[in-house]
C-alpha cells in the first residue's frame, strides 16, 4: 500500500522529531559533564592563583608583595564578575589608582 503525499509527510516530520529526541538524549549528558568538568577546573585554577598570591604576599621583596596585591585584586574582580560562580555582576566605579594598593604593601 503506497502513502499518500500528507500522509508521508507527516511520517516524515514524526520521524524527524523522534531521531531529534534520540540525539538530544544522547548530547545532554554529555553537555551537563563538560559543565561540571569546566566549573571544577576553574575552581581548581582559581585556588592555585590564589595561593601564588597569598606566597606572593608574604615575600621580603616589596615589588614581589606589590605584585601579589596586584594579583589579588585582579581575582577578586574576576570573581565578582564571573557568572559561573554565581557572583552578581557588578558595575566598575573608577578606580582610585594603585596607591592603596602600594601603600597596603
Do not use: Y
Not at 554529555?30 to 592563583?49: G, I, M, N, P, V
Not at 589579588?72 to 578606580?95: F, K, Q, S, T, Y
Amino acid at each position: 500500500m503506497a502513502l499518500t503525499q500528507p500522509i508521508a509527510t507527516v511520517a516524515t516530520g514524526l520521524l524527524a522529531v523522534l531521531v531529534g529526541l534520540i540525539a538530544l538524549t544522547g548530547v545532554l549528558p554529555t553537555l551537563l559533564r563538560a559543565e561540571k568538568q569546566f566549573a571544577e577546573t576553574h575552581a581548581l585554577a582559581r585556588d592555585r592563583a590564589l595561593r601564588t598570591c597569598v606566597d606572593q604576599m608574604a615575600h621580603d621583596k616589596h615589588s614581589i608583595r606589590q605584585a601579589g596585591a596586584h594579583a589579588l585584586a585582579a581575582l577578586a574582580d574576576d570573581w565578582l564578575n564571573d557568572p559561573v560562580r554565581g557572583a552578581p555582576l557588578v558595575e566598575r566605579h573608577d578606580r582610585v589608582g594603585p596607591t592603596p594598593l602600594v601603600n597596603f604593601c
